[in-house]
């Protein structure tokens, strides 16, 4: 019977701190926005890599401020034993020869066109087009952007992969997490987070560095797992985007906007991100894990899956959310 590590019967009033479990540090640690340490659980669920069977990982709720994380978690030091050497977002680097195409036919469309769907097609050049992608992964939409005129820099903890991307595709990419010491202040006209904020073991402390890299007038996207959507209600411990141990922190979007204003930025209208495969992969693992109902069974799919992430889109309450946020020139 699995069980989760470290054993922490009084949860809420646990001290925070490392605690060593076969050759793994763990850590209890405080609401990684408000700092509260009173929490409740919300559920159990183990890693969907497979890396450990043996470890189930636990999702709790701050009593304070609602924001749900996972606790007890990996230390920084040991999370990286989470990430197999073939992690999705670290097996190819750059884009493909069709995805390069389309990525310079979008810089012929007008400004307006080729910003209305960002997560895919890019962003217009402004101010100098200095750009830092933070959690770039294999380097895709660095190549897209680099691509469409901007001046790029990625930032990644995996050291093989910015070795990857500088070799590969020639492009200027950093080993590490915010802040890190190559980086100036104001150095920057946008900041993008794909996917990566939610691995953030102080994401508090990496937004409010991500202010100080950005020029006045700079922007800040975000885009997260969205613990709102309808996926998540429906799967539960098998939505494919909960990804625990790796996801840290789980965000709906009042959480995500109460951290954004926090640290000194303006959110501007939340979107909703939905991909069909998503969905399949929620539907998979229910599968796999013996645990699918009949409709879920379903999902997998092709056209059911893009019938349900169309839906949930058009409702937003997708499996992600998007968000494009001005940095204020003064705290609030």
């Known amino acids: 019977m699995p069980s989760v590590l470290p054993d922490w019967p009084d949860a809420a009033t646990h001290a925070?701190?490392?605690?060593?479990?076969?050759?793994?540090?763990?850590?209890?640690?405080?609401?990684p926005l408000c700092g509260s340490r009173r929490w409740s659980p919300v559920l159990t669920a183990p890693d969907p890599e497979g890396t450990d069977a043996e470890l189930v990982f636990s999702v709790v709720r701050c009593c304070r401020c609602g924001l749900c994380f996972t606790n007890p978690r990996p230390t920084l030091r040991s999370i990286g034993h989470f990430y197999p050497a073939g992690y999705g977002p670290h097996?190819?680097?750059?884009?493909?020869?069709?995805?390069?195409?389309?990525?310079r036919w979008w810089t012929r469309l007008p400004a307006w066109l080729r910003s209305g769907c960002p997560e895919r097609r890019g962003f217009p050049v402004f101010g100098r087009g200095r750009l830092l992608d933070v959690g770039c992964g294999g380097g895709a939409f660095l190549h897209r952007?680099?691509?469409?005129?901007?001046?790029?820099?990625?930032?990644?903890?995996?050291?093989?992969?910015?070795?990857?991307i500088r070799a590969?595709?020639?492009?200027?990419?950093?080993?590490?997490?915010?802040?890190?010491?190559?980086?100036?202040?104001?150095?920057?006209?946008?900041?993008?987070?794909?996917?990566?904020?939610?691995?953030?073991?102080?994401?508090?402390?990496?937004?409010?560095?991500?202010?100080?890299l950005l020029a006045p007038g700079g922007r800040l996207v975000v885009c997260v797992p969205n613990l709102h959507s309808v996926l998540f209600r429906w799967f539960g411990t098998h939505w494919f985007c909960l990804e625990l141990p790796r996801h840290l922190v789980h965000f709906t979007p009042a959480t995500l906007a109460h951290l954004l204003v926090g640290t000194g930025f303006e959110p501007?209208?939340?979107?909703?991100?939905?991909?069909?495969?998503?969905?399949?992969?929620?539907?998979?693992?229910?599968?796999?894990r013996g645990s699918a109902?009949?409709?879920?069974?379903?999902?997998?799919?092709?056209?059911?899956?893009?019938?349900?992430?169309?839906?949930?889109?058009?409702?937003?309450?997708?499996?992600?959310?998007?968000v494009v946020a001005l940095r204020r020139d003064r705290m609030a």
């Open 293 to 322: 109902r009949p409709w879920q069974r379903l999902l997998q799919h092709k056209l059911p899956s893009r019938l349900v992430a169309a839906c949930s889109r058009l409702v937003g309450r997708a499996d992600a959310m998007l």
């Open 168 to 212: 590969e595709l020639g492009l200027e990419a950093l080993a590490g997490t915010l802040p890190h010491p190559q980086l100036e202040p104001g150095g920057f006209d946008l900041i993008t987070m794909w996917m990566s904020l939610e691995h953030m073991h102080r994401p508090r402390r990496v937004l409010e560095e991500v202010r100080r």
């Open 268 to 288: 501007q209208r939340f979107r909703a991100v939905a991909q069909s495969h998503w969905v399949r992969q929620s539907a998979r693992l229910a599968c796999r």
């Open 91 to 103: 097996v190819q680097v750059g884009l493909s020869a069709s995805r390069r195409r389309r990525a």
């Open 145 to 164: 952007m680099h691509l469409q005129g901007w001046r790029v820099t990625g930032l990644d903890l995996s050291a093989a992969v910015v070795a990857r």
């Open 16 to 31: 925070a701190g490392p605690v060593e479990t076969n050759a793994l540090q763990w850590e209890t640690a405080p609401c």
